[in-house]
Each structure stands twice: as structure tokens, then as C-alpha cells.
């Protein structure tokens, strides 16, 4: 009987992946165990072992072939005397012909969701510097760590793998190349150790980049985030400040259950001495890095893992800059406004096209991208014109984000509701590993349109 | 090691003892309602960092405890001003927002002050680093509690100072006392300053009460950091005559052991030492004593005086 070989997931949020090199020719024998070939994803290359027995019978992918699905069938294995079986599969020629197919029409969908839930917001749009060529969000990242390291040599970073690893989520590719291990420098598991180290190298007068692998484990070290880093200016009556970028990636990635999968933003958000920005495009992710880069307080900068693939058009002038404390109003709409930020975006992208396709409604929406100092006179103004609002974020309820700017909106422009403020929300509950209820958990784009029916009186 | 010169003891008696009369006018002013919060205080452990004074550059940067205000004086910070801050004035160091525990001056390379047991660890760790990621041959004094060295982030700085090579000089101040628990019902293991060990770094332990062993093994110390060969350990065996804080009645000790060690004082040492090699005749030594009963008693003066922090201050230095 012969067997399938599938292109495995090797990471929680891989969703294809490249063939970089079979370790296997037709006709090998290979055993359980034995190594097979090589596979590229978005952040590392790795090898890939056998689980069956048998002869490889057929390779259905070329060395070099990029962007194949996971769970694609990549290889069969059997026993080559069972020739019924293997007549039943495809010519590799065939495969690849259907895959191009398949490809062809994967792209198309790329392109039309691009279209209209990628697209970039008007302001961007009028962007004289924007790129033809499209990044990244972990290339703006590093573009632009890279770029301020080269202006000022205080500037350095370090956190775990961050170095000769490239960084868990490759976002430090290629810094300790450039800069060497004296400003790229890989740290111990050992949070609230180097995080402390970090606080005083800023408070003597460096500037850290301190990278977190997520910010999960930054509650490892949230004692010197709050109790020394935020509040050393203060405590010192102005003398000492503390010029350091806490960043990472925050929030839920893939089915990697509670203790990876949490959104601090209100957590930080609270802190008087932080500042606090939560990027979702490679556009902004650019523009607000080196703000908190030059920026003479310690910022929090919350990433996520999910949009480190996303791709975009950047500015790639070395100074340009997005001001911390200023929301982007991503669609201009009159009937109701949705407040969001980070990776809440896309979906909130998604259910205004959907909220105008269904119920004619034009949706309004800000991407607050820093969240202390709130740009509360944006999310006023919107309000004023829209009567109605929204928040999404990925945070738990209490206490939210959108808690606050419910709190804000009710003082000061109370007036102009002609419906309560609806907060979409993660479940009130530690996130569950298993996919079918993660998806519950997380704010879907059905949750933002039920909202939005809700305040518009829509039943 | 240099030798002494007479001026130098002048100087570390004259700055023992300033510490001791501000800590007890310090207590005075507690008494009566002019100094509030929590008020940790110095006395009987003078020789600790007047011995580490004598041996320290004024480029090297230090970073203590909370128990701060003797280590503000013997970095040479105006005794008015470190008052002012504990009766939260605008005169103060931190302009009355830090108060007792949080007092930093920048410009002498004084680092705080630091109310977090432990945090202060990595952050002077930090320090260090930044005097050698810019080249500087200068060190950093991280002070440690003996409390403290029951706390992780303690480790987590030593490995990273030993596997960096850190120019960082660990001093433990052991008072025997973390807030009212004995170091032997804390310290699993009483060497503290072998608690390096495991990292390579080296320690010594040192009679804190003789300020004359502490600028031997602090300079002896302070050389090997700053030479590059990474952090180095001194535990000091101190004692505090008062209680962890104002309000702390220190029922957790004898009178003898108390008076015993007060057979020991650091100052009544130098003084005799003074005395022994004629440095100065007993009148000089009074004239001392003079002087500074009367510019701690300014200082008192000065910090009664000062205004409070104006209103609008609230809302300052909380971003640069």
C-alpha cells in the first residue's frame, strides 16, 4: 500500500511552505525516522524526517518549489511491486500542472481580498514616497531597527535568539551580520534579569531595542517595565529617563492556548511613564518603530505574530515617521465608527465591506495604532459625525481598551450617541487551545457586524 | 592600595559621622510628622559606604538600595537638599516626588535609590554594561541587601554580569535583618558572598563595622573590575542599630545583641584611630562634632522651609 507524504506544519501559524531540498531520490528505501528533505518556511529552514516505511515510488514537487500548502501531498511512498497503487498516482508533471492551477486561483483570491480588505487607507494612499515593491511586516521591522542603528551606535538590541538565531520569528534577520555581537546580543532565558539590565543601560544613556520572544514572558520583568522603567522620571523629580523599546509579538498566534496567547494592550496601556503602540501594517509598523525608537520614554510596542507575514507598501525614506499619539482613519464612513488596532483591522476591514454590501452601511474606521496617549479627539470627531460606535480588539473585556474610550465617549460626547457604545471583545476566559474553540474566542467578523447591526437598530 | 593620608581620615570621620546626624535628625523630624512614608535608616552601618567612598571615582556610578540616604551623603550630595526630599519639598533631589527611598542625582552619576528589593541588581548590572559598551574604563557599585539575595532577578544579573564580563562591584550590605527575619531564617546558606560562585564571579566577606577593611577589600575589588575581569562580590557584615524602618520597633532582637555591636561603632573606630596616630587632638575632633551637629541642623532647617511642590508639578516628568 502506498503512502502519502504531506508538507507539514512546522510552526503554529505556517501555511505553506518551500522545497528547498530532497535528502531522497526514486527508488531510495526510507525508514521511520529518516531524514527526507528540507523545507523553508517564513522563519527558518528545517529538515523533515519519514514516519512511514517503503520505496519512494515518487517525488511530486521540484527542488526550489515555493509556496506549496501544507498537507499538499509532497511524496509517495510504497511498495513498488504493488504496481495497481501506484498507477493510481499522478504523473508529477499532472500534480504540478494542478497545483499551478491551484495556485492561479489562490492568487486571484489573493488579489481580490488585497483589493478590498488590503488596501491602503486613504492617507496612505497620498503617500509620495510609497514603495512599487510590497514588504513584509517583519521586514519593516527590521528595515527599520537596522536603519536607526546605523544613525546613532547607541542604539542596540538584544533578547533571546535574537542574534545567531536571526530571531525566533526572523524579525532580527540579518543584524548581527551588520552590527556584530556587541549591539546584537542574544540574552539568557532570563526576563526580569536582562530586562532590569536593559533599564539601566537606557537610564545611563543607551537606547535598547529589548525584544521579548512574546510578550507573554515580558510578566517575567513587569515589575522593571512598570516600576523602573515608567516611573524613574518621575521618581526622580525629571532627572532620569529611560529611552528603551520594549517589542515583541502580543496576542494570540495559532492554537498555542493560554499561556501564548494573550493581549496585554490595556495591561500597559494603564501605565502613566509608558507609551503604548500597537502597529497593523507594514506601512505604520515602519513609521511608529522609529518614533519609539527616538522617542527619549520607554515604549511598549506591541507586534503580533499573525501579521508578521503581511505584506504592504512602506515608506523607505530613512526619517519617515509616524507621531506616536495619533490614530489613522483607515475608511471614512458616516453611519458608524469602529475603533480597532492591530491585527483587529483586517477584520474589521473585512465586516465593513460586508456591513455595506448587506446593509448599505458606510463604516467608519479608526486604527488607533497608539494606544496611550489615546488619540481621543479622532475617535470624537468620528463619533460626532457617525452617532454610533464600535470598539474590536483582541483583549479581554474587562478593563479593555475600549472600555476606556467607551468611558471617554459617554463624558464628552454623550450627546451625539443615538446608541450605547458595543465593545467586541476576546471570550472572558484563559484562550483554549483546541481550534474549534479558539475560533469562539476570538472576535470574528461575524461578532463585528452583529455589533454593528446593534447600534445601527438593525435586527 | 594608596596609603592613607591624614586628610583621608578626617574625611571618612567627618562623613560617618554626618551620616549619623542626619539619620538621627532624620528621626527626629519622622517624630514629628515632618517626614512621612517609609523611612529607612543608615545608623551603624557608616562604615560601609564611606569605606567603598574612599576607594571610588567620580566617574564610577553607584546604585542602591532604599535605604539610600547615608549613600546620597557619601557621594557628596547636599544634606539640605536629600532633607528636603525626605519632607517633600520642592528643594528636594527628586523635587519631592521620590521621597526617602527614591533619590537619584544624575549628574553625580547616582543611580537611586530604589524601593523594589532586588531591582536595583540588574538595573546597576545595566550600568555597567553601558560603561563598557561606550568604551569607559569606569565601574559600576550595585549595592545589595542581604535580603535581596534571596531574590531571583539577583541571579538572573550575576549570570548576565559574569557572561558578559560586566565592570559591576556587588557590595551585600549584611544588616543580619531583611525587614524583621534573620538572614539564618531566610538564607538557605549563610556565605552570601559565595553566592557567586556558581557563576565564576569571585567574593569575599568583610568586617563592615571597621572601615578600614572595607576600603581594603573595596579597593582590592574595585581593581579587579576594573581591569575587565568581570564582577566581583564583597559582603559586608553591618549592623543597623534601628529597626528596618521608622515604624519597625525591632522586637525581633535582644538589647545585647544590639548593645554588643554598638560596643563595635564604626565611628567610635575611627575616631580612636585619629586619636592613636594624633592625626588631631580631641578639641579638633570636637570642632567636628560641632560643625556638623550645626550644618545637620541647617539642613533640618532648610528642609522644613522649603515649599511643597506646586500644584501643577502633579502633572510634570512623567514623560520626557
Known amino acids: ?436 474553540l479558539e475560533k469562539l474566542y476570538l472576535p470574528q467578523v461575524d461578532d463585528i457586524i452583529n455589533a454593528a447591526k446593534k447600534v445601527s437598530y438593525i435586527n | 592600595m594608596k596609603k592613607l593620608q591624614k586628610a583621608d581620615y578626617i574625611k571618612m570621620y567627618s562623613f560617618m559621622l554626618k551620616i549619623r546626624r542626619f539619620e538621627e535628625r532624620a528621626a527626629q523630624l519622622y517624630g514629628m510628622g515632618k517626614i512621612g512614608g517609609f523611612c529607612h535608616l543608615y545608623i551603624g552601618q557608616e562604615a560601609v559606604v564611606v569605606g567603598i567612598l574612599m576607594t571610588i571615582d567620580k566617574n564610577d556610578s553607584v546604585v542602591t538600595t532604599y535605604r539610600d540616604h547615608g549613600h546620597m551623603i557619601a557621594r557628596g550630595l547636599d544634606p539640605k537638599r536629600i532633607m528636603a526630599e525626605l519632607t517633600g519639598r520642592e528643594d528636594g533631589y527628586s523635587a519631592g516626588k521620590g521621597g526617602s527611598m527614591h533619590m537619584f542625582s544624575k549628574e553625580n552619576n547616582f543611580y537611586g535609590g530604589h524601593g523594589i528589593v532586588g531591582a536595583q541588581v540588574p538595573i546597576g548590572t545595566g550600568i555597567a554594561f553601558t560603561h563598557k559598551y561606550n568604551g569607559e574604563k569606569n565601574i559600576c557599585r550595585t549595592y545589595i541587601g542581604d535580603g535581596a539575595m534571596n531574590n531571583g532577578q539577583v541571579f538572573e544579573a550575576f549570570n548576565l554580569a559574569a557572561l558578559w564580563k560586566l565592570p559591576v562591584l556587588y557590595i551585600i550590605e549584611n544588616n543580619k535583618y531583611g525587614m524583621g527575619t534573620s538572614v539564618d531564617r531566610a538564607a538557605a546558606g549563610l556565605d552570601l558572598y559565595k553566592r557567586g560562585e556558581a557563576f565564576g564571579i569571585p567574593g569575599e566577606k568583610v568586617d563592615g563595622m571597621n572601615v578600614f577593611s572595607v576600603i581594603e577589600a573595596a579597593d582590592k575589588a574595585g581593581k579587579y573590575v576594573r581591569e575587565g575581569n568581570g564582577p566581583y562580590i564583597i559582603e559586608v557584615q553591618t549592623y543597623r542599630y534601628r529597626g528596618h524602618s521608622m515604624s519597625d520597633p525591632a522586637k525581633y532582637r535582644t538589647k545585647e545583641e544590639l548593645d554588643n555591636y554598638k560596643q563595635t561603632d564604626p565611628i567610635e573606630i575611627v575616631k580612636a584611630e585619629i586619636l592613636k596616630k594624633k592625626i588631631a587632638t580631641n578639641d579638633e575632633i570636637e570642632k567636628i562634632n560641632k560643625d556638623t551637629l550645626e550644618e545637620i541642623k541647617n539642613a533640618a532647617e532648610f528642609a522644613t522651609n522649603s515649599p511643597f511642590p506646586k500644584d501643577s508639578e502633579l502633572y510634570t516628568d512623567v514623560y520626557l
Open chain 1, 1 to 436: 500500500m502506498s503512502t502519502e507524504i504531506l508538507m507539514p506544519a512546522l510552526s503554529p501559524t505556517m501555511t505553506e511552505g518551500n522545497l528547498s531540498k530532497w535528502l531522497i531520490k526514486k527508488g531510495d528505501t526510507v525508514k521511520a525516522g529518516d531524514l527526507i528533505a528540507e523545507i523553508e518556511t517564513d522563519k527558518a529552514t528545517m529538515e523533515v524526517e519519514a514516519v512511514d516505511e517503503g520505496v519512494v515510488l515518487d517525488l511530486l514537487f521540484k527542488e526550489g518549489e515555493a509556496n506549496i500548502p501544507v498537507n499538499k501531498a509532497i511524496a509517495i511512498i510504497g511498495d513498488p511491486n504493488e504496481k495497481v497503487e501506484v498507477k493510481k498516482q499522478a504523473p508529477v508533471e499532472k500534480v504540478i500542472e494542478e497545483k499551478k492551477i491551484e495556485k492561479n486561483i489562490e492568487t486571484k483570491i489573493e488579489i481580490k481580498k488585497d483589493d478590498i480588505i488590503n488596501k491602503p487607507s486613504p492617507k496612505i494612499e497620498e503617500d509620495t514616497n510609497l514603495s512599487s515593491e510590497e514588504i513584509t511586516m517583519r521586514q519593516a521591522l527590521r528595515d527599520t531597527m537596522a536603519e536607526e542603528m546605523r544613525k546613532d551606535n547607541k542604539v542596540f538590541i538584544l533578547g533571546e535568539e535574537v542574534a545567531e538565531y536571526q530571531g525566533a520569528y526572523k524579525v532580527t534577520q540579518g543584524l548581527l551580520q551588520e552590527f556584530g555581537k556587541e549591539r546584537v546580543l542574544d540574552t539568557p532565558i532570563s526576563e526580569h534579569g536582562f530586562t532590569g539590565l536593559a533599564v539601566g543601560a537606557a537610564f545611563k544613556g543607551l537606547r535598547p531595542i529589548l525584544e521579548f520572544m512574546t510578550f507573554n514572558f515580558s510578566m517575567q520583568a513587569i515589575d522593571q517595565i512598570i516600576n523602573s522603567a515608567a516611573k524613574t522620571l518621575y521618581m526622580s523629580g525629571g532627572q532620569i529617563n529611560c529611552p528603551i523599546v520594549f517589542r515583541g509579538p502580543n496576542g494570540a498566534a495559532a492554537q498555542v492556548a493560554a499561556q501564548h496567547s494573550q493581549d496585554f494592550s490595556s495591561w500597559y496601556s494603564q501605565v502613566p511613564g509608558l507609551k503604548v503602540i500597537a502597529p497593523s501594517t507594514p506601512y505604520n509598523a515602519k513609521g511608529l518603530l522609529r518614533s519609539a525608537i527616538t522617542d527619549p520614554n520607554p515604549v511598549i510596542f506591541l507586534e503580533n505574530e499573525i501579521l508578521y507575514g503581511l505584506k504592504g507598501a512602506v515608506n523607505n525614506d530613512v526619517n519617515f515617521s509616524i507621531p506616536i499619539g495619533k490614530a489613522n482613519i483607515e475608511r471614512e464612513g458616516k453611519d458608524l465608527t469602529i475603533v480597532t488596532y492591530s491585527i483587529m483591522l483586517q477584520k474589521s476591514k473585512e465586516a465593513a465591506l460586508r456591513l455595506k454590501e448587506e446593509f448599505n452601511l458606510d463604516t467608519e474606521i479608526i486604527d488607533l495604532q497608539t494606544l496611550r496617549p489615546l488619540d481621543t479627539e479622532t475617535i470624537l470627531n468620528s463619533v460626532k459625525k457617525t452617532n454610533r460606535l464600535i470598539t474590536v480588539e483582541e483583549s479581554w473585556p474587562f478593563g479593555s481598551i475600549g472600555s476606556e474610550i467607551a468611558n471617554i465617549v459617554q463624558r464628552d460626547a454623550f450627546d451625539y450617541l443615538d446608541s450605547p457604545v458595543i465593545k467586541v471583545n476576546s471570550a472572558d476566559v484563559p484562550m483554549p487551545y483546541s481550534l474549534s
